[in-house]
């Protein structure tokens, strides 16, 4: 991991406290702390000058984290290989197969309107009434990542199938 902070360049490694191996989603949350998802070490919050790791031990659903954000009531979602977790007041909630996710979450994103929205290697579901229902309107695709406009709209990148908009979010 590499910081570039006053025109110059810091690496971040394992003497630093990090564990090895690939860091696959970077998230900056509004505080200033930086949360990697890492490929098999789960969810690292860095909250300078300290780290904090969180784990399966934890209640993660998976050690290989894929997607990290943090929605605007200051929940962290956390998408993984085999579920999507979310930490919110000390609580830990994982979302699996049973409550409507298919295949491994690789995006998530949140709407001008609040709803949550998380992207699998077979589409997109919505996150409403405590269970991820299929975004329908939406073909089955490899989500790449989500994005909300400046006007509210929302954006859905595909590895196959292009880009789309859904306009006022």
């Known amino acids: 991991l590499y910081r570039y902070a006053a025109g110059g360049l810091t690496a971040h490694g394992v003497s630093d406290g990090l564990p090895g191996g690939k860091v696959d989603s970077v998230y900056p949350d509004p505080d200033g702390n930086i949360w990697l998802g890492t490929n098999g070490w789960g969810l690292i919050e860095l909250k300078e000058p300290s780290l904090h790791t969180t784990t399966t031990q934890d209640g993660l659903s998976d050690n290989t984290v894929r997607a990290v954000m943090q929605d605007r009531d200051g929940s ?23 409550d409507g996710l298919v295949g491994g979450v690789r995006a998530l994103g949140q709407d001008a309107h609040g709803g949550i929205w998380v992207g699998t290697r077979p589409g997109i579901r919505r996150f409403a009434r405590g269970r991820l229902e299929l975004a329908s309107e939406f073909p089955t695709q490899l989500v790449a990542a989500t994005l909300t406009g400046r006007d509210a709209s929302f954006w859905i990148a595909t590895f196959n199938d292009g880009l789309y908009r859904l306009r006022d979010g």
Do not use: D, K, V
Request: hydrophobic residues 40%.
């Open 76 to 98: 962290m979602w956390i998408g993984t290989m085999t579920g999507l977790t979310r930490l919110a007041n000390g609580a830990t909630t994982t979302y699996t197969a049973r």
